[in-house]
């Protein structure tokens, strides 16, 4: 239906940033809600960001502090997580996700659809 390819990741020291990128494909004719979630080794799945179909309305975690923002450019499918001033405890595999239900945006990984593979994210100290 949906295929989301998550890229970005990297090796980053703390302090720096990182912008990740998730394409989309498939059955990308409607705009879906967009999420982010992290999960690191041996921790639940946590929720990062999320933004609604038109880009207008976004929601982050509270660990974020204003470091983190989400953006999406429908014309090229592709939803955008910048992160910056990124911490050690930043690290994880950061999956994006999208939605087909109909709300305008939601934190709970289990209101989405479609998952990519994830792209790692190592902040040194």
């Known amino acids: 239906q949906v295929q989301l390819v998550e890229s970005g990741g990297g090796l980053v020291q703390a302090g720096g940033s990182l912008r990740l990128s998730c394409a989309a494909s498939?059955?990308?004719?409607?705009?879906?809600?967009m999420g982010w979630f992290r999960q690191a080794p041996g921790r639940e799945r946590e929720f990062v960001a999320t933004i609604n179909k038109s880009g207008g309305t976004t929601a982050y975690a509270d660990y974020t502090k204003g470091r983190f923002t989400i953006s999406r450019d429908n014309a090229k499918n592709t939803v955008f997580l910048q992160m910056n001033s990124l911490k050690p405890e930043d690290t994880a595999v950061y999956s994006c996700?999208?939605?087909?239900?109909?709300?305008?945006?939601?934190?709970?990984?289990?209101?989405?659809?479609?998952w990519g593979q994830g792209t790692q994210v190592t902040v040194s100290s």
């Open positions: 498939g059955r990308t004719f409607s705009p879906y809600v």
């Open positions: 996700a999208a939605s087909r239900r109909a709300f305008t945006i939601s934190r709970r990984d289990n209101d989405y659809d479609y």
